[in-house]
Every structure is written in C-alpha cells, then in structure tokens.
C-alpha cells in the first residue's frame, strides 16, 4: 500500500489507530472492518480508493488490534461504536463522508446512516444486514439461527478466549481460511491478523461487540427508513448470513439497491477485490468509473 500512514484520533473517549491515505482535500471515504479483522482487511480498497482521489480513513475499532479496549460489553454497544465514527468524521474536518462497511463494519455504518444521516452521504453494506432484519428473518427463517449460532458460544466468559488463542489463534486462522475460496488469505496475511488479536486484551474486545447484543445492541436501530443512499454488497456464498438477509434489509432503506457478487463469499472484499472496489466507486461517484 503506497503512502499509507496512521494517526491516533481521540473519539468518543476512545483512541482509534488509523490508517489513512489519499489527498487531505478529497471527499472522505470511512471503511470500517467486521469481526475478527482491523484496518488491514481492507488492503485491496484503501489504495484503490486513494488513487482516484478519495480521502480514506480505516480505523482500528474500539476492542480491535492498537486501539483502545474499554472494560464491559456495555461499552460496545452500537450507539457507543457509532458515535466512535461519528467523532472520526467530525475530527477529519469533513462535514459528511462516504461509509462503507463489512460485517459488523457494516452494523455501524447502518447504524450511523439511521441515526445521524447528516454525517453520511452515501453507505454501503457489504454483507450485512440491517441490524433490525436480522430478528425478522430468523423467526421465519430457522437455518439462520444455525448459522447464527456461534454468537451464543460467544457469550460464555473467557472460554471463548482461551479457544481463539490456542495454538498461536490456529482455530482462527483455520476458520478464516475454511469458510472463503481457497487462498484467499496468505500465510502472510494470517500473521498479520495473529499480531493484530494478540495485543492485550483484544480478544475480549473484539467478542465484546457479540456480548453487547442481549444488552439491547440491535434493538437501538430504529425501523424508520433509511434516507441516506445505500448499496448492499453481497457474496453470494456467505456461509454465516442468508441472502434473505440482504433482502430483507433493503424495506428498511427508501434509495437502496443489492447487487450479489458469484464466487465469493462472506469474505468478498478479499476474494473479489476489483469487482468490489468497481462496485464501491461507481456508487461513490459515476463520473470517477469512467477513468477506471
């Protein structure tokens, strides 16, 4: 990644280390990473994104990797993390950004577009859903609690913690790699992820975010619709979320479109980079794509 450089930004109480590159005076493009990366995940983004003239922002989130990893699942509800971007945003001197969000990534830049849509001009989801149509689509729908069934092993006390770490985070490493296309991520790649959860106490703050959820961490989306423009990115193949999901998701946008992506899955941004980051930039600006 070329001219790539990190700040600490005071937010909300927290400091996040971020990763920043592109011209200072082009429009901000905030990426928020999901369980269990950091800004690294979105490596084949940031320097696409910063070619064409886009400011971009890729914070580590609260829990994550060299930021900060406050005590208590109720620290991690989504209107802390929400107000965590809201304060990067605020501090980047830009009056609005493009958010672009991937798995839990995603729950916040929903979050923030429902609840402060005037710091959001446009966001995308990149598989995940609205966080209050997850509710709906599992009472009609049972293989999703089977697929949603590691967030409640997550919720027993440092169990969890103990099994993620063995073995330099080998159950990790081995989930990561089982559940995308083969090679998606190098032996390279996995080091950095194991340097990123070994900091101290970032396996707690990463499953923090899951053990906020029976404290009322969906509940607090509202269902009103979504006024901010919104694009929902989707890899087809996504072992952990339902294409109902998707689906279900765009009743809760008023300007809202899905477009699925083949050979991918919940790892899209990883498997189909160039796909991903055409898809990113027309919706960002059509006028950019025409250079690609």
């Known amino acids: 990644m070329e001219n790539l450089s990190f700040q600490s930004v005071e937010t909300n109480g927290v400091t996040l280390h971020t990763a920043v590159a592109g011209p200072e005076d082009g429009p901000l493009v905030i990426l ?8 690294y995940g979105w490596k084949h983004q940031i320097d696409a994104l910063a070619k064409q003239g886009y400011r971009v922002m890729a914070p580590d989130q609260r829990g994550y990797n060299r930021s900060s990893k406050p005590p208590g699942a109720e620290n991690y509800t989504l209107n802390d993390l929400r107000d965590d971007i809201a304060g990067l945003i605020e501090q980047s001197g830009k009056e609005k950004a493009f958010v672009v969000g991937h798995d839990w990534g995603g729950a916040v830049a929903w979050q923030l577009a429902a609840t402060r849509p005037e710091l959001v001009e446009k966001m995308i989801a990149v598989n995940i859903p609205h966080p209050q149509a997850m509710p709906k689509v599992m009472m009609r729908n049972p293989m999703q609690w089977v697929k949603s069934s590691y967030m409640l092993y997550f919720q027993i006390p440092k169990l969890p913690e103990a099994m993620m770490a063995a073995e330099d985070f080998s159950f ?3 989930a ?3 559940t995308s296309r083969k090679n998606t991520f190098s032996e390279e790649d996995l080091e950095r992820y194991g340097e990123a959860w070994a900091q101290p106490g970032a396996l707690t703050g990463m499953l923090n975010w899951y053990r906020a959820l029976p404290k ?7 269902k009103r619709k979504i006024d901010v423009p919104v694009r929902i990115l989707w890899g087809v193949g996504d072992q952990f979320l339902s294409l109902q999901l998707a689906k279900e998701s765009l009743t809760f946008c008023k300007d809202a479109e899905l477009v699925l992506i083949g050979h991918a899955t919940h790892w899209v941004h ?3 980079p160039e796909i ?3 898809l990113i930039m027309e919706f960002l600006d059509e006028e950019k794509t025409e250079t690609l």
């Open 270 to 272: 990883h498997e189909q």
């Open 176 to 178: 990561m790699a089982g």
């Open 172 to 174: 990790m490493k081995q």
């Open 276 to 278: 991903l980051n055409r």
């Open 32 to 39: 928020l990473h999901g369980f269990p990366e950091f800004w």
């Open 216 to 222: 009322g961490s969906f509940r607090q989306t509202p």
